[in-house]
């Protein structure tokens, strides 16, 4: 087994246990609860801490950058005290990473811009409807790639060049040659409900199952995907409410 195959393998039952957490949400809905049919939309914004694994290895320090877009949510039902939603985002993120180059003094980034798109099984704890609500978010996403542009500074020269850890160089010459990413994200956060809408705080992963470069037999990387720590606030505000059930969700 090459080491494409051997990473796929790996990423692939990564995904399938992860997947299985995801549908639990679904499990629950099969039971009996109290029926909701609530609908939210709004706006997300924040920042990521990204990283690509490479193999061959590079150094990094995290690639910090933006992501802003679009949320929707649709509640379904409360289950034993737990919101059960689906939720869809339509992301504009600056993906990329940065090297921490200690042999000379050369400096190098790669910003790379997607448009992210993950659906999310969300559990919700707390207060529906005025109060505080802690949750968990956990599902695949999918991405397309914009754009991407690199920096460089220092000497940056064959010498300098000549001085990385193994001589790995073949990525400053290379353009992103998959287009399409995907991957897996979950996270957590807290949702203050009021009469004006919802208003939240999260922090997340995201876990690349997909590569940047090609990972062939003949390719330089066996591996090039990325991670990241997204931090982030949402602002919601419904469209259509269910009316309260009882006392208790105030």
Known sequence: MNRAMRHTSTRTK?????????????????????????FAIG??????????SFDPTIKQ?????????????YTSERYFGMCCAIQAEVNYAQMGWKELIETSTDTYERRVNYVQVPLLARLGFGKEYRGVMGY??????????ISDKDKRGGDWSSYTLSLRPNNVTEQYDLSIQKKFEYGLTGGAGMEVNTKVGHFMIEGRYYFGLSDMFNNGKADYFARSASGAIIAKVTYLFDLIKTKRQ???DL
């Open 14 to 38: 990564l995904a399938a246990a992860i997947l299985l957490l995801s549908l639990l949400p679904v499990a629950a809905r099969a039971q009996v609860g109290e029926y909701r049919n609530d």
């Open 61 to 73: 320090n995290f690639y910090m950058g933006k992501t802003m877009g679009i949320t929707l949510r």
């Open 43 to 52: 706006v997300n914004g924040g920042v990521l801490f990204n990283k690509v």
């Open 246 to 248: 009882s006392a208790e």
């Open 136 to 145: 968990l978010v956990l599902g695949p996403q999918i991405a397309f790639y």
